[in-house]
């Protein structure tokens, strides 16, 4: 599952049961840290996750600030509640690109507002999936 974790919101994403695409699933307003990760607690089961791919917000020049260490302590926090595996993907620019594709769909703002979330957790999902396929290809004549 890709989580884009947002100041208001976070952004879920599922991939196929082959690791191969990335879907948006959904996006969640933000409330209380329980409910958060009780949300993505409850879809993980649902969906037999097996690992959580959490979007990195780094700043342009790799460096962390503060949004990366409210990232992490979200995870370290979670983790006592939710115990699946949890990777981190650099999520630069994700959001642009989920933006600028809604852009050249002539997606309505408001349309936009619903979907960036949900759509910038399947763009780093996708990422990380495409990375996993280069470092284990898939035999010839499989799946």
Do not use: C
């Amino acid at each position: 599952m890709g989580v884009d974790l947002g100041t208001r919101t976070i952004g879920l994403a599922l991939s196929d049961i082959e690791l191969r695409i990335a879907t948006p699933l959904e996006t969640i307003k933000r409330t209380k840290h329980r409910a958060d990760v009780g949300r993505i607690a409850a879809l993980s089961e649902k969906f037999g996750v097996g690992g959580l791919v959490f979007g990195l917000p780094l700043n342009m020049d790799g460096s962390a600030g503060p949004r990366v260490q409210s990232t992490r302590a979200f995870v370290r926090n979670m983790q006592p509640l939710l115990a699946l595996p949890v990777l981190f993907w650099d999520e630069r620019l994700s959001t642009v690109a989920v933006t600028r594709t809604l852009l050249d769909a002539d997606t309505s703002r408001a349309r936009r507002a619903e979907l960036v979330d949900k759509m910038a957790a399947a763009y780093l999902l996708q990422g990380a999936l495409d990375r996993l396929a280069r470092i284990h290809p898939t035999p010839e004549g499989e799946g």
